[in-house]
């Protein structure tokens, strides 16, 4: 995953300009999906983040709260962990629960049960659609459905890959359908372009 990570990083531009030049569509079409693509690939990305970012910031406050040592430190490996949906903070705050039954301390467990059940589950269901819709104007539940219907289908990288694909056929839609026009088009960032031209010809 990383060496393919390194080179799509390395040749990005290039491939991207390949792809539009191949694309037997015209000019305005190729330039609307791409703009869409580009649009919904950094939402998601950002929108991950940001939920990784406050479930760590939630989870330490919950480590804190019950009494366990290390608050920040959990916290920070938790938002670490969130960005990886297969494993995610549970890895940590199972465990911990189960430490706080083990040694009888039974509210802080059941706290730290519930606060992660409830809380931290509500974050990621209502914040990511929030943050990602906002970006992509989409609505709501379908960056949810989308996400979560990704996930079940392409495992990890679903998360990203739903939401595109979900992107890409509302754009392929409401172009058959007349419902954008030219003038509401986002055009290709010109310098991006222009770095691909560069890219290739050396």
């Known amino acids: 995953m990383l060496y393919l990570l390194f080179f799509l990083l390395k040749d990005g531009p290039y491939l991207v300009l390949l792809i539009l030049e191949s694309l037997p569509l015209s000019s305005y079409v190729k330039q609307h ?3 869409k693509f580009a649009a919904v690939a950094r939402a998601t990305v950002k929108g991950t983040v940001a939920v990784a970012l406050a479930q760590g910031a939630l989870g ?3 480590f804190w709260i019950a009494g366990l040592d290390g608050s920040i430190l959990w916290g920070a490996l938790m938002a670490f962990l969130s960005l990886i949906p297969a494993v995610g903070s549970a890895i940590i705050w199972v465990p911990a ?4 039954f083990a040694t009888g301390q039974l509210w802080q467990g059941a706290f730290i049960v ?3 059940v409830i809380v931290i589950g509500l974050v990621d269901n209502i914040l990511r659609p929030l943050l990602v819709g906002k970006d992509t104007r989409m609505p709501d539940y379908l960056i949810l459905i989308a ?4 996930m079940e289908i392409y495992g990890i990288n679903g998360f ?3 939401p595109l694909i979900a992107a890409l ?3 392929c839609w409401n172009l058959l359908s007349g419902r954008e026009h030219a003038g509401n088009t986002d ?3 010109e310098e991006f372009i222009e770095e691909a031209k560069n890219s290739r010809n050396e």
């Open 147 to 150: 996400t979560l219907g990704g």
């Open 33 to 35: 999906l791409f703009a």
């Open 187 to 189: 055009e290709i960032d």
């Open 114 to 116: 519930g606060f992660f």
């Open 97 to 100: 629960a189960i430490y706080l």
């Open 60 to 62: 330490g406050f919950a």
């Open 160 to 162: 990203v890959i739903g």
């Open 169 to 171: 056929f509302i754009a």
